[in-house]
């Protein structure tokens, strides 16, 4: 499965952003789908997860109250919407699909399939 993330860019701290991921083939229904973000010199960060139904959710303390993550399985797209954006969310961030497990996590190796990321970047 290739994902693609999309809707990044440059925003002023406090802005918003939403970003979509949609696979190139196949539906990702059926997965556990999770956006994880990389600063420069740093290692992959969990930001947030999403069960296969949607309707359980788990997000990074950093983030929590100012990010949601949503799925439109008839869409096949998973959406990261970022408000009240800090510099510190400068970051390249990745969607990333889980077809093994059902539960969610906020480990980088547990999901199998990435995408290429999208930029994002919050001047102050």
């Known amino acids: 499965v290739q994902l693609q993330a999309s809707g990044g860019g440059l925003v002023q701290a406090g802005g918003s952003l939403r970003l979509s991921c949609e696979p190139s083939t196949r539906t990702i229904s059926t997965y556990v789908m999770g956006w994880f973000r990389q600063a420069t010199g740093k290692d992959h960060e969990f930001v947030a997860a999403?069960?296969?139904?949607?309707?359980?959710?788990y997000y990074a303390d950093s983030v929590k109250g100012r990010f949601t993550i949503s799925r439109d399985n008839t869409e096949n797209t998973v959406y990261l919407r970022m408000n009240s954006l800090k510099p510190e969310d400068t970051a390249v961030y990745f969607c990333?699909?889980?077809?093994?497990?059902?539960?969610?996590?906020?480990?980088?190796?547990?999901?199998?399939?990435w995408g290429q990321g999208t930029q994002v970047t919050v001047s102050s």
């Open positions: 990333a699909a889980d077809s093994v497990r059902s539960i969610l996590t906020q480990r980088p190796n547990d999901y199998n399939y």
């Open positions: 999403i069960s296969r139904s949607g309707r359980g959710t």
